[in-house]
């Protein structure tokens, strides 16, 4: 109980609306990046021109897996694996490029590395949805007070009551503020899904701990 109500006191928990509120942006932008370069790499794969644009990407793309590892580690502090090629070990120095090649493409989290791109894209829609949703019912909650009687506005909280007294208002608000502990905790849910996630995708491959 005493988490539950400390929630909205936690930098923890802000940290992981910060993670919540980049999920779209960077999720759009990450599925952008690799529906283009893989339709352009497959387009002119049969002029070899595509191939260098298709390895290009798959290197992106786990450039783009390690970046969310980190923004895991660091918003959520919680560790997760970086994909070998993001931390500098593309070619080894006793390896030829060929071989570094292969390595690559025989990587689990090459390949893990795309389908995280996808899957941060839906986590990015709903973590968009949830965070714009749960923000707009708390400031409409909480202003019920200092809008109530203003004759420009008709304050509806639900199809059938029309909060029009000052009683009704202050009721209003201390449903927000009941809101703001639930929402804290559910958007921390939320973050916490998307960590795992990552995590269990770059962490295929791994050697089990200790």
């Given at each position: 109980?005493?988490?539950?109500?400390?929630?909205?006191?936690?930098?923890?928990?802000?940290?992981?609306?910060?993670?919540?509120?980049?999920?779209?942006?960077?999720?759009?932008?990450?599925?952008?990046?690799?529906?283009?370069?893989?339709?352009?790499?497959?387009?002119?794969?049969?002029?070899?021109?595509?191939?260098?644009?298709?390895?290009?990407?798959?290197?992106?793309?786990?450039?783009?897996?390690?970046?969310?590892?980190?923004?895991?580690?660091?918003?959520?502090?919680?560790?997760v694996s970086v994909p070998p090629a993001f931390r500098g070990?593309?070619?080894?120095?006793?390896?030829?490029?060929?071989?570094?090649?292969?390595?690559?493409?025989?990587?689990?989290?090459?390949?893990?590395?795309?389908?995280?791109?996808?899957?941060?894209?839906?986590?990015?829609?709903?973590?968009?949805?949830?965070?714009?949703?749960?923000?707009?019912?708390?400031?409409?909650?909480?202003?019920?007070?200092?809008?109530?009687?203003?004759?420009?506005?008709?304050?509806?909280?639900?199809?059938?009551?029309?909060?029009?007294?000052?009683?009704?208002?202050?009721?209003?608000?201390?449903?927000?503020?009941?809101?703001?502990?639930?929402?804290?905790?559910?958007?921390?849910?939320?973050?916490?899904?998307?960590?795992?996630?990552?995590?269990?995708?770059?962490?295929?491959?791994?050697?089990?701990?200790?």
């Amino acid at each position: 109980m005493t988490e539950f109500f400390a929630a909205p006191f936690r930098l923890g928990t802000y940290k992981r609306l910060g993670y919540l509120l980049l999920a779209f942006p960077l999720g759009l932008a990450y599925f952008l990046g690799l529906t283009v370069g893989g339709s352009v790499g497959l387009g002119l794969a049969v002029t070899w021109v595509g191939i260098p644009i298709l390895l290009g990407t798959l290197l992106a793309t786990t450039a783009v897996a390690g970046v969310e590892a980190k923004l895991t580690t660091v918003l959520l502090d919680r560790e997760v694996s970086v994909p070998p090629a993001f931390r500098g070990e593309f070619r080894r120095a006793d390896e030829g490029y060929l071989d570094a090649l292969r390595r690559f493409l025989a990587e689990p989290t090459t390949w893990t590395s795309v389908a995280l791109v996808f899957v941060r894209f839906v986590f990015g829609i709903v973590a968009f949805t949830a965070t714009v949703t749960a923000g707009s019912v708390l400031l409409a909650l909480l202003a019920a007070p200092f809008v109530y009687n203003d004759p420009t506005v008709t304050y509806v909280t639900t199809e059938f009551v029309t909060v029009d007294t000052l009683p009704e208002a202050i009721g209003t608000a201390c449903v927000g503020v009941l809101w703001l502990f639930l929402a804290a905790n559910l958007l921390n849910v939320l973050a916490g899904v998307g960590g795992r996630l990552t995590e269990a995708f770059l962490s295929v491959g791994d050697e089990p701990r200790q």
